[in-house]
DNA sequence: TTAGTATAATTGATATGACCACTTTAAATA
DNA sequence: TATTTAAAGTGGTCATATCAATTATACTAA
């Protein structure tokens, strides 16, 4: 039975499309003021709450931003728009950021530590190897090859630990984490300085570890990555510090 | 000219922020409900334009789904991404048990040592209750309880550390990890030494965290856990490698 | 009892009007 | 002319009422 499949969008979804298909097709060009709302609700013939709503899916998605007092403006639409919703969270979230990084501070740190312990010697002709694509690689002005470069380097310190759900963790948080370290190689990748810093840092880190010194090599990897959290050039928005009240958002 | 940092955030964007963080850290089960706009409204004690407005990026991020009639529902977004291959593995070979309680002392030393640092007024009489309610029902000879309780101050501290994905890994490591949990509470239950020694562990880390004292509660949280390993009754292989104090890990 | 149906309660969607807070503009003043 | 002040413009929040879809409940019939 063919039920015609009726798409009763609702008010909301309407206006959105509406106001997205305008923003694509160039009726509303980047930094545009968007109609004032009490104006935009005539044309629209909707309720402001509603127009409202759409408004708020839009700023979610990165099409327009907003001022108090000042208007609705059309944001420049190639914005890095992920696809992964957890990605596009973390990255719009400045505090996020610092959290991953302390994060992996504590698992790369711990990595780092066991494998200076533990790593065979297959292990560190591994490690030795990835070190040195990276570094060929390096500020080369690619910064996909280079974060997954970044990312070999470091999966292999994590097999050397030999601790398998560590491995595992790693592996998993750096798959999400890869589009972010991207991110933070091509802000810098003009940068001399901090290139330099970070390959220093990953030998450092490698010599440490294939010297058997734990205790240094969790330290490096520690501090290389304070150095990634502090070399972020920050087109950070309103740290809005958070705060209070609301709990008990769920049911049961 | 003093910048004076505005830190006036609206209404709207402190609702998704909220919601946003209990999404990513676990609070919620995937699929679950959120309470009804007319309740949450009271909870939040907001408009419930303002709550519809939040909820609408909610929707447009792919954080929630919404049912006209229905409800508003979380989607799985976060759904265990970091963890998901972990818990296999550990539901299906428990050999790893060992290994686990290195990842556990690197996670939850960390967790320790931010929550020493940040933990809220609120959060330390969280933490204050879970210990009362785990020396209650310690030694009574129910370990699947005892095991719950555990798991619930873990848990407090957790969240006092105030970073997100640390306690989302921690939350999903926890619940695969109970029923280990549960046996080594089983296989000692008897046993008066252990017993008291683990309560008078917990209480030294609450205290050390309530002191603020960061690198002493780190350092409580890992011998914590090398006393657990070291009490397992049972067969495994003595892992001798190191047990060695964490003392001067970082400088920080 | 069981299945189906009709009714009521719940819940999200929309609309309207008012008021607040910030911004911009324009008038008034020095 | 430059600065200050007042007013208008505009987004943000709140409160209330109503519509529309879903879910829960009670009732009827087999």
Redesign the pocket.
Known sequence: MSISRIH???????IVKKIESMIVDGTYIPGQ?????????KEL????????????AL?ANGLIR???????YVCDVAKNTFTDPLLNLINRNIDFKFQVIELRQSLEGTAAFYAAQRATEQDKITIQARLEDLQKIAGKNSPKEEAEADLELHLAIANAAHNTPLTLLIRNVYTVLIKLIEEHLSQNQHDETINNQLQIQHSELVEAIFLGDGVRARQIAYDHLSYVRDSFGDSCFTDNQNSEPLENLF?Q
Chains 1, 2 share one sequence.
């Open positions: 009763t969008l609702n008010v909301t979804d309407a003021a968007l109609l004032p709302e009490r104006q935009l609700v013939k909707v309720s402001r709450a509603s127009l409202r709503t759409a408004l708020s700023k907003s001022r108090q007092g000042g208007g609705h049911d």
